[in-house]
């Protein structure tokens, strides 16, 4: 009997303390003055976008609204990056750690604690520019756009949980904050601008020469793994708007297979623009999951 009533006893503590936790890091979120700027950068860039295409003569907010996907996609990982990276491996280097995990919450509850805490940040910046834009609209072009913004955003929200996911992971397997910064930025620059030579690369590999024509499906799926081509994926499949994937491509990859899957479909499976919510999924979840497992092994001492 003692154990049926101490279970759900102790569940409700556990959601206490991850709202304790997540509560600290949202509070400390906010309070980033790299954040702060990161974000009053990406409003600036939201005012001056309104500002320009409102003074082209056949622009339209739709125009204006698809044009955002380009701060959206640079910013928001820059910032989850800025966050997630020193959440666990700023405390340990301080020392700070090993105070928190003397106290009741395990490792997995600072870990996802953490992670919902620095969402909320990155959702109150994004809610906040979509706030201004959906003014500036109704300003500008006396209409807003909502759904193609609302698109925009979402996919921005996404974006954001990445890297924010992949971050949290590289900082719960690293020392010191410096290192898991360094990863975290490394990381998005090498999906930036190297994505095309490591997937051209792939296909050497295989086939000892560069894809000519047209690649075949399952190098097609790996290139579909950027996180950044998602976010324009998704971006396009909620809101319809043209935003363009900030990648830098040197022209090594041909044009995709009409191939099917094999399933009958005129569509292949990888094509398909849902697949890229998944993606997005899995940079948060994949990441974070090895990095908790390896920050559950690690002597913090």
């Known amino acids: 009997m003692s154990d049926t009533v101490s279970s759900p006893s102790h569940g409700r503590k556990g959601i206490r303390r991850l709202g304790a936790i997540a509560h600290k890091e949202f509070r400390d979120g906010l309070r980033s003055t790299t954040v702060r700027i990161i974000f009053a950068v990406l409003i600036a860039s939201t005012l001056l976008i309104y500002w320009a295409f409102g003074r ?4 339209t907010v739709m125009s204006a609204v698809g044009f955002l996907g380009l701060p959206f996609q640079l910013l928001i990982p820059v910032a989850a990056i800025s966050l997630g990276t020193t959440a666990i491996s700023g405390e340990r280097e301080a020392g700070s750690l090993k105070l928190l995990l003397g106290l009741p919450p395990s490792r997995t509850e600072v870990v996802v604690g953490k992670l919902i805490g620095l969402l909320g940040v990155l959702l109150v910046g994004i809610v906040g520019t979509f706030l201004i834009a959906t003014i ?3 300003v500008v072009f006396g209409t807003v756009g909502i759904g193609p913004l609302v698109g925009v955003a979402t996919a921005a929200a996404l974006l954001g949980s990445a890297f924010l996911g992949l971050s949290i ?3 719960a ?3 010191t904050a410096k290192r898991s910064m360094a990863a975290g930025f490394g990381a998005f620059l090498g999906l930036m601008f190297f994505w095309e030579p490591i997937v051209a690369g792939s296909y050497y590999l295989v086939e000892g020469s560069l894809p ?8 097609l799926a790996i290139e579909r793994l950027n996180p950044i081509e998602a976010y324009a994926t998704v971006a396009n499949m909620l809101g319809d708007v043209g935003v363009t994937p900030l990648q830098i491509s040197i ?3 041909g044009e995709p297979s009409t191939a099917t899957d094999g399933a009958g479909l005129s569509v292949p499976f990888i094509l398909m623009e849902p697949l890229g919510i998944t993606v997005l ?3 948060l979840v ?7 497992r390896r920050f559950e092994k690690s002597d913090l001492t």
Do not use: F, H, Q
């Open 251 to 253: 022209g090594l990859i």
């Open 286 to 292: 994949v990441p974070l999951a090895l990095g908790m």
């Open 56 to 59: 082209t003569g056949d622009a």
């Open 212 to 219: 000519k024509e047209r690649i075949p499906m399952w190098l």
């Open 173 to 175: 397997t690293m020392s």
């Open 281 to 283: 999924c899995g940079w």
């Open 136 to 138: 500036l609209g109704i």
């Open 169 to 171: 992971g590289l900082s």
